[in-house]
């Protein structure tokens, strides 16, 4: 069965409301008030009170969209450097001795998908898309980026990732111009939470911080904070899984196989089950009502293909 639809539940600004006494990072947890879960903030501003995401491997893989993004003038093969830029910017940190984090990304071309899914019974691609025809959000029409991870609930192991970007605008670049938006720091803030950072909702000037300075080249770069969360969800000396970097089940290059044999829909029916926990909006530092966003799904979720219940 084919992973798509999810609900998004809107915190808005209400990480900002709790008061901070020294900014740090915060690492993306299974929390889920809908399960159960008891939730809560910590005074840096972090979701509390799940588990920690993480990748098992000391290798993951990105894939990019074929098309690129025609309306800014983006083609695949510069999309692609960009966001190897990026995870070299995130493999390269620094976590003291002159030791770095125990995870690398490594590019898998290009696919025709451009979709966010995860296929429980197929292969799969954690693909980077431009979407410059419609943006999916139109009560975050200012959002930069929306990153969805999928992961198992019960120990937070991340099965799958897929970024979009919003390329309505047409303003989104490859350098850094007054006003425009630059591609580098949008991929490499949403690259950490492919990674499984969350936002850093007190450290301004941290690649995670949820706000993006028009025509600034700021977050192509990390700060101390941003460094020591990468280090903290992949230790140096982390004793990985394993070190393949192929997708779950292996690795796809079209949405949805068409030889995937479907199944039940229910949690029972399946040797695995999985969530995603995304909606993290990047948004621009002038606009109002921006704020972290958390979308959900499980195995159990039946709605047609393509939609995607949110609230406001």
């Known amino acids: 069965m084919k992973l798509r639809e999810f609900a998004v539940t809107a915190l808005g600004l209400s990480l900002f409301l709790f008061s901070a006494s020294a900014g740090a990072f915060c690492r993306t947890n299974t929390c889920d008030p809908s399960k159960g879960d008891v939730c809560s903030h910590d005074s840096d501003g972090c979701v509390v009170g799940g588990k920690k995401l993480y990748w098992s491997s000391s290798c993951v893989s990105f894939a990019v969209q074929r098309d690129g993004s025609p309306r800014n003038e983006i083609d695949a093969d510069a999309f692609e450097q960009v966001i190897a830029n990026a995870f070299d910017t995130w493999q390269s940190a620094d976590c003291g001795g002159g030791r770095h984090p125990s995870i690398r990304g490594q590019s898998y071309g290009k696919v025709v998908c451009d979709q966010v899914e995860y296929n429980l019974k197929a292969g799969n691609a954690n693909i980077y898309m431009f979407r410059d025809e419609a943006w999916m959000a ?155 966003r958390r979308a959900r799904a499980n195995a159990g979720d039946r709605t047609k293909p393509g939609a995607r219940q949110r609230s406001r």
């Open 138 to 292: 139109k009560d975050a029409a200012n959002a930069l980026a929306l990153t969805t991870v999928w992961h198992d609930h019960n120990t937070g192991e991340i099965r799958d990732v897929d970024v979009e970007v919003n390329g309505t605008s047409g303003d989104i670049t490859n350098t850094v111009i007054e006003a425009g938006a630059d591609l580098p720091s949008i991929i490499t803030h949403e690259t950490g939470h492919f990674l499984g950072l969350d936002h850093a909702p007190f450290v301004r000037g941290a690649v995670m911080y949820p706000e993006y300075e028009p025509g600034t080249g700021d977050l192509r770069t990390l700060n101390p904070d941003d460094e020591a969360g990468i280090c903290d969800a992949f230790p140096p000396d982390r004793e990985a899984s394993t070190d393949s970097c192929e997708p779950r089940r292996g690795f796809v290059t079209i949405c949805d196989p068409p030889d995937q044999k479907r199944g039940g829909c229910s949690l029972a029916s399946t040797a695995e089950s999985a969530e995603a926990v995304g909606g993290y909006w990047f948004a621009l530092a002038a606009a109002v009502g921006f704020g972290l």
